[in-house]
């Protein structure tokens, strides 16, 4: 909805707020104002000017010369190209320093010899859009009244000095697409009056109930039509002032007649239609359901075939009109036209869609029909558009209305109470202010104790229940005086839990290292659901599968990241690293819903790094994957509580896999796929990891705890243990760090060694060992001391010896 702030000034005092104020006021209300468009905006130096003289330029066909009276006693030549540029008229001149939309300024200028002191404008030129300029005017200047008084500012006659409020309608507020509508609001909200036209004209003492009778077949679909019949009309071009209200409001000027219905529709919200009643055919009008397949040339000259869905306006006979959308082109009022029926009504909305809809015309009228109207303005909009047609276009009308009226239209009673609205609103709203609130909106109220009873008008149909009261107190009272609280409890709305947090932290991680995310499908077959499996289960079968590729929910998700791989590499895509989190499904049992356990596993191949212009090419490993899951144990702080255990698992390289440990749980698992496998499925040499997400991200942490940097150096020593082959590394770092003590800050592996200089079935593991104390430098003996006890432990506990 287009609001003219001009025009809205004229139904309610508008004095010391600028449009800006008043479209952030509408917007707190409630109605957002998607922009204020303020139309002269840049635009200076264009007056009326007088063509006094017009003669072809001697050098150019399609060049006129003009002599331009611009009102200050001065004459000036203008040359112009306008085919429709004549003498005596009056035009929009933009003088010399005169600045246009676009920043367009006009300077003096010689077009083919001649001297032109200025620009004759057409609306183009000025900011319209062509769509909106009248036919007469679309290829050529625009002509002003011959009244307009010659050198006054063009842009005040064609009420540019004005600013436009582009409202965004919600379905509900169908109250405010017209301008008294929007009056209403604004008036509530600055708690002013509202000031409705004057309506009073001479009527002849012919009756218009001798000129046409109606009839309506159809009441549930049209409960309301009056008809007014106008007589010896003169068809011109409207009021300039109703032209450029129309084009401000997105509606193109045609002549008085029809731009007066359109004007009344954008004041009353109130859909008008004229018909040549001298064309109408008959004295009857028929308002019925179109029969199968019954045809009717619209206005814009379509053909179009009807079905009992549609509601059309008839002659008795053959249809006039498509009810509340297109009148027909057999009753147009053209320019020879003298007399009027026009025609107010209440249609039904949902009528009125269909017939919109099977057709593909919205129209202004249309829209305001489905979300609906005011029934009690029917009456008031047909009167003034009678007025202002005996005002603007001569008319002659005859005494009273015809009239069909099969329902009542009784405003709403709604009640809600103090307590109510206070108790939703988290307000303390006195009674008394609650009152002020429905007389601004000039409901009928009645305070008793603390309960409201609100009478409201028919102009708001959205107001039916004690919700919509309170809304509408909150909106006028201000969203802004709500008062701000901090939500409580438990769980807070918007606030990521514990565990949504740290996932999104795995997440991020994970992208970091360089792997993509994958989303795979759930289901499988039953050949692949088992495989790499972290937990045994019975597969969850679908009880109507679409195919046999997807007839079983998923155990694990890296056969899917597999294929994914497999496609990856098919394309010559030879690096590729993917992860994925999502659930896996285990068996409760028949007719039992499955458990979902959600998992982390990610499937990585071909080059890690790859940098040719160091000649640097190092393919994935065992070791890389481990950093991987190394990197997010270690985000997790989990490094503690993590174990490595050497595994053999079906579809896994029998050397290279590992199960991974919390305690004595078994969350994970991660190594190279079996070559077996990788030949199968066309991969190169491929490791993956699968790990239960919900085991990881529900174990408690300690708080993370910081230490002063040391001050004190700190004494690294290096022992090489010999040990059988069948004892892991793992096993002897455990018993060195448990008998090492406080001091002992660090244990690693640092050399592996098998060969002919060991004893068969022996091998020889080398760590490092540094020892500090945060309080004091330790000395040798204190070192010492701790190692001896290490080397005691390792050759009691795994059989140890130094290696000589």
């Known amino acids: 909805m287009f609001v003219s702030y001009k025009w809205l000034a004229e139904y309610v005092d508008l004095a010391g707020i600028t449009p800006g104020e008043l479209a952030e006021k509408i917007t707190r209300s409630g109605i957002e104002v998607e922009g204020v468009d303020v139309l002269n905006e840049g635009m200076k130096g264009v007056v009326i000017g007088h063509v006094v003289e017009k003669e072809k330029h001697p050098d150019a066909e399609k060049l006129n010369k003009c002599q ?217 009008i028929l308002v019925r359901r179109a029969k199968e397949g019954e045809k009717i040339v619209t206005l814009d000259d379509q053909e179009r075939t009807l079905t009992a869905d549609h509601l059309v306006i008839t002659n008795g006979t053959e249809p006039v009109a498509l009810a509340g959308v297109m009148g027909g082109a057999n009753s147009e009022v053209q320019s020879d036209t003298k007399t009027i029926l026009l025609e107010s009504a209440l249609f039904n909305g949902q009528r009125i869609r269909i017939s919109s809809k099977d057709h593909g015309l919205r129209s202004e009228a249309s829209a305001r029909y489905e979300k609906g109207i005011d029934p009690n303005r029917v009456h008031a909009a047909a009167e003034r558009a009678a007025q202002l047609i005996s005002l603007y276009a001569g008319g002659e009308v005859m005494q009273g209305s015809v009239q069909v009226q099969t329902a009542t239209f009784e405003p709403a009673i709604v009640t809600t109470t103090v307590e109510k609205v206070n108790r939703v609103l988290g307000m303390n709203i006195s009674s008394e202010e609650m009152k002020s609130i429905f007389e601004r909106l000039q409901f009928g109220v009645v305070l008793d104790n603390s309960t409201l009873t609100v009478t409201v008008p028919t102009r708001r149909g959205d107001i039916t229940i004690e919700e919509d009261l309170v809304e509408e107190i909150a909106r006028l009272y201000g969203y802004d005086n709500i008062p701000t609280t901090l939500p409580i409890g438990q769980a807070i709305p918007g606030k990521l839990t514990d565990y949504q947090e740290k996932r999104r932290k795995v997440r991020r991680y994970l992208e970091g290292t360089g792997l993509f995310q994958a989303i795979t499908y759930s289901l499988t077959n039953e050949e692949k659901a088992p495989k790499y499996a972290l937990e045994v289960s019975e597969l969850t079968r679908l009880a109507l599968p679409m195919s046999e590729e997807r007839s079983v929910l998923r155990l694990s998700l890296l056969p899917h990241l597999l294929d994914a791989l497999k496609y990856n590499l098919a394309r010559q895509i030879d690096q590729v690293g993917l992860y994925e989190i999502g659930s896996v499904f285990l068996s409760q049992g028949k007719d039992q819903q499955p458990l979902e356990k959600e998992r982390l596993s990610a499937a990585i191949t071909g080059l890690w790094h790859s940098h040719s212009w160091q000649a640097e090419k190092k393919p994935v490993d065992f070791y890389v994957v481990k950093g991987i899951v190394d990197g997010l144990v270690d985000l997790l702080g989990l490094t503690r509580d993590v174990q490595y255990k050497q595994a053999k698992r079906d579809g896994m390289h029998p050397g290279r896999t590992a199960e991974i440990y919390i305690g004595e749980k078994l969350v994970g698992f991660i190594g190279q796929v079996h070559p077996t496998a990788q030949k199968d499925l066309d991969l190169t040499e491929t490791y993956v990891f699968e790990l239960s997400l919900v085991d990881l991200l529900s174990v408690d942490i300690e708080e993370t705890r910081f230490e002063v940097i040391p001050r004190y150096p700190s004494i690294t020593r290096d022992i090489a243990l010999v040990v059988d082959k069948n004892i892991v590394a793992g096993d002897i770092e455990k018993v060195i760090t448990n008998a090492g003590g406080k001091m002992l800050k660090e244990v690693s592996v640092f050399d592996l060694y098998e060969g002919d200089r060991l004893e068969e079935g022996k091998k020889s593991v080398a760590f490092s060992l540094r020892y500090f104390d945060p309080e004091r430098t330790l000395t040798d003996e204190d070192v010492t001391k701790a190692h001896e006890k290490v080397l005691s432990a390792v050759e009691d506990k795994v059989g140890a010896t130094l290696r000589g």
């Open 68 to 284: 331009v009276d611009l009102g200050n006693g001065e004459i000036v030549q203008i040359i112009c190209g306008a085919k429709n540029v004549d003498k005596g008229q009056k035009v929009a001149v933009a003088t010399v320093g005169a600045v246009l939309p676009g920043n367009f300024k006009i300077k003096k200028a010689k077009l083919r010899g001649e001297v032109s002191n200025g620009m004759i404008c057409s609306l183009q030129e000025l900011g319209f859009e062509a769509k909106l300029v009248a036919k007469e005017y679309s290829e050529g200047i625009f002509v002003f009244p011959s009244d307009v008084e010659v050198g006054v500012d063009a842009l005040q006659q064609l009420n540019l000095d004005d600013a436009v409020l582009e409202l965004g309608l919600t379905p509900n507020r169908a109250d405010a697409m017209s301008m008294l509508g929007v009056a209403h609001e604004v008036a509530a909200i600055l708690n002013r009056e509202v000031k409705y036209p004057e309506i009073s004209y001479e009527s002849i003492e012919e009756k218009a109930e001798n000129a046409v009778a109606v009839k309506v077949e159809a009441p549930e679909d049209n409960p309301l039509y009056i008809a007014k019949v106008i007589k010896n009309v003169t068809i011109a071009p409207s009021p300039l002032w109703m032209q450029s209200r129309l084009m401000a409001a997105g509606i193109r000027p045609h002549n008085n007649v029809v731009d007066i219905t359109n004007f009344v529709l954008l004041e009353y919200g109130q859909p008008l239609h004229a018909f040549d009643y001298d064309r109408f055919g008959s004295k009857e």
